[in-house]
């Protein structure tokens, strides 16, 4: 009988201490931020949506325009691809293009090598799978589905990883954008969308950007990241 | 789009984080984010009270001068921590900063600043029969907090990112913790040497958020986000001895306490980005080492009213080199220079410690003006163990001195309670231009952390005891 007071008593002092610092730590939370790391996150997205309502788009978007003759764009391009993840750093990759009439328009084939991130210019990795039949409108505009593509970590200029990623590309192929030398096509540019699957998970490239410029004398040009003629970030 | 309907759900939400940062020291530190603080003064390598299955599992069998050390007995003591945290950092532009944008000067540069609550819960339970004795507890010897305040010269910016303060690039709101369950034993030879021995259960959780972008630069147009919410278990365990040199006297105490897992903890859970509005979710591994402690102690009696003690403890934050963010599964191989060096997927993000052996030294006394009243002051000097070239505002140590009074209260032979408040004193800090993370390669390049870090700690401690 004698423990069961003892308990009892002990327990109501128990209670009444445990209280008194339970109650002096929520008026303390009252009065304090805490931490709430998940909450930060989708605040910042919410914000980041009513700051950007649709997709950004870096540059001004490829109108129609006169197409080529067959044949007449045919060469060598620096291809740079602008992600939205970090526009002024491309992907870039040396893409041989030739093209044939087909009905009102183009068909176009491309083969792509990576270049090196060290300088824009050295081939790395193998060349991707060959494009073949990519459609050219009688007004120059293109969308091109390139399907899935794996660029090798060291073509990628944002980290070393590999990067698999699938790729569309909206834009058009004008002859009224001569090359110095008076070629044709001498820049190429429009949009890309797509997913990345690696290294990020499903990663939206909504707001990136291409462009082609012609390699003319053998000389790679410094790369262009978009149809404003935007400069990539210097190496 | 903005969804008002999901405002009171995430005040519920946050309310809720909130309150489990009761479970969350606020780097009320030893040393690093060492946060033990439970047991106010009476936590120490030579106590004889529940949470000595932390500080020197031998103290479970040391017996109480003129208490009873035969038969059954039994301890309980529920043990908080509540800390109240103020702290700054000051950042100047750095000459590896981005630019500024024109309508958001200030956005990267300036003060931030926190008010922070934090607490952490101690229960511990021993069990003596004569010599053996058998104990049990909970607690968060390793933690730290942090909820910075929003930079209001930004709440209406057309930038998303600035509103979180100038320190985002290192930490928005963050919480680290480690917290044991723990088993342990000990014994009693010949009422003079007491050997003790621990077994810990350790989950550790980071769960903090950052601006990020992917070059690891702070360019204000090119902001994203960077969620991780990694979590995981490791077994580790202490072993301690003390000696009581002359009998209801003098002890001397010893102990070790293995580091989680016995060295890199692997950590797994998601890392959520948000990169140009696309949010990503990715299963990724955090690896981490944290640290072996080494403890010594003394208490003295030399009349029975007044106890003397002083302990302290090495901590040897060297292992803490970085933390880094894999592909779940991977190791992280990066040069000194903070480049990749494997051949395969490389770390998302690497972030570079490099901190150093730290020590804590504490002296305290006790006037025992009565059975029932314990009164007891205490003063302590903790080192620095973060370099000036890797301190951050996400982690951040100092120099600093602390002072203690407390007092304990047996109101009854069965029932005792007490109460400490210290005050810690942080030794400012500048490191401006000293910061190399941003000289760093990825995956280990960030933002510069350069700049001037202050802090204030006030730390009340609070427990009760149930004796038979």
Redesign the interface.
Known sequence: MRSLELLSRTSARFVLVASSVALAGFAAISVAGCPDPAGAFEEFGERYDEANPSTTTTSTGPGTCPLPEAGAADGQYLFSLSSNLSPGTPFTLLATMTSTASGDGLSVDLVMQPLAKTDRKTPTGSALPAFTGLAVAADGSFEWDLGEVTFPGTANPISDSEVVATVQLQGSLCDSEPAASGSHAGFICGTATGLVTKPLTDFDLKGSNFTMQLVEGGVIPDALINCNKGAADPL | ???HSAKPL?TL??SS???S??L?SASASATGFSTARFGGEHGHPTTNNPSAIYYNPAGLAVDTPGESDEGFRFKLM?D?T?A?RAASWTHAASPNDSPEPADAVGANTGEAS??????APMVGAVALIDDLSIGAGFYVPFGG?????KNDAFANS????P??GVQRWHT????LRSMYLSLGAAYDIMDRVSIGASFNLVMSQV???RAR???GTNPVE?EG?S?I?VSGMNASFGAGIIGEVVEDKLWLGFSYQAPPGFGQQRLNGTL???????????AVDLLQTLPAVYRVGVRARPIPEVELRAFGDVTDWSTFKNQCVV?EGLDCEVNADG??AGSG??P?LNLVRDWGTGFAVRLGASYFASDVVEVYAGAGYDSNVVPDTTLEPALTDFHDVSASLGGRFR??D??A?SATYTHIFYFSRDTTGESVLSTLS??SKSPDSGGEYTQTIGV?N?Y?E?M?
């Not at chain 2, 057309?158 to 990112?161: H, I, K, Q, S």
């Open positions: 789009m903005h969804t995430r939400i946050a984080a909130c309150l940062a009761l969350v529920v908080g509540f109240l926190l008010f922070n609550f934090a607490g907090a942090s909820a910075w305040k057309r930038y998303p990112g509103v979180d928005i709101d963050g919480n769960q903090t958020v972008n992917v070059l090119q986000r969620l919410d959520q980005n948000n990169y140009a509005g696309s949010p990503t979710t990715d592909p480049s990749f997927d490389p998302y109101i009854a069965e029932f309670f990825q995956p009340l609070a009760v149930l038979f």
